[in-house]
């Protein structure tokens, strides 16, 4: 089946600092992206949508300037927390759409602030 | 906004029972997801699907449209098979985004 990949799969950082988190569609392109946070215990909710070559959509509460996201290829998106924060320490996933009502999930990345 | 509910919630089994989660949704689909979740976190898509029956190895996802319903089986339940499994529907407003359930944790015994 697809593959998607995240890199990398655990990080952590001190506060303040931002960290880059990469998705990548290894066997499929993807015009559409998607990036999800996961707290323990509770279900995936979507931060925001990625398109290739435009802007990310971001959820109603997601600061679109603390969560950079690019999509600069069909194959890569990535996710910037910027200035992060203990309360940022979250399971982030990312999922590809090769076609619609499809989507394939990368690993996750679980993200510690210290 | 679609609603989606799962049950059970925990479920427990003995190796080489038969399992059954369901999953219920408010709102007309197009599709529908069926993932699990091992505890390290990583999520596979086990299963998508619009209508009747699909079956790989020993999972079987069955859904009725009319019904606004879907259920996952595993046959002959495996300690591996121990996860959280989740279904999950596009939003009825914005189909690119997938309403979750909040999940079945199973754990089969030896």
């Known amino acids: 089946g697809a593959v998607v990949s995240q890199h990398p799969s655990r990080v952590i950082c001190k506060s303040g600092t931002s960290v880059k988190i990469e998705c990548r569609s290894l066997d499929f392109q993807a015009t559409t992206m998607f990036w999800y946070r996961q707290f323990p215990k509770q279900s995936l909710m979507l931060m925001a949508t990625s398109n290739e070559g435009s802007k990310a959509t971001y959820e109603q509460g997601v600061e679109k300037d603390k969560f950079l996201i690019n999509h600069a290829s069909l194959t890569l998106s990535t996710l910037t927390v910027t200035s992060a924060h203990p309360e940022d320490s979250s399971f982030y996933i990312c999922?590809?759409?090769?076609?619609?009502?499809?989507?394939?999930f990368g690993p996750g990345t679980r993200l510690t602030v210290l | 906004k679609n609603e989606v509910e799962q049950s059970p919630q925990n479920l427990t089994a003995q190796e080489g029972e038969f399992i059954t989660i369901n999953c219920s949704y408010s709102v007309g689909i197009s599709a529908l997801h069926w993932l699990q979740q091992h505890p390290g976190g990583g999520i596979v898509s086990l299963f998508m699907l619009s209508s009747g029956k699909k079956k790989h190895g020993r999972l079987i996802a069955t859904i009725n449209i009319q019904e606004k319903h879907s259920s996952l089986h595993i046959t002959a339940s495996h300690p591996r098979d121990s996860a959280v499994y989740i279904c999950?529907?596009?939003?009825?407003?914005?189909?690119?985004?997938?309403?979750f359930g909040t999940g079945t944790r199973l754990q089969v015994f030896p």
């Open positions: 999922s590809a759409r090769p076609s619609e009502d499809t989507q394939y």
């Open positions: 999950a529907v596009p939003g009825s407003y914005n189909t690119d985004k997938l309403i």
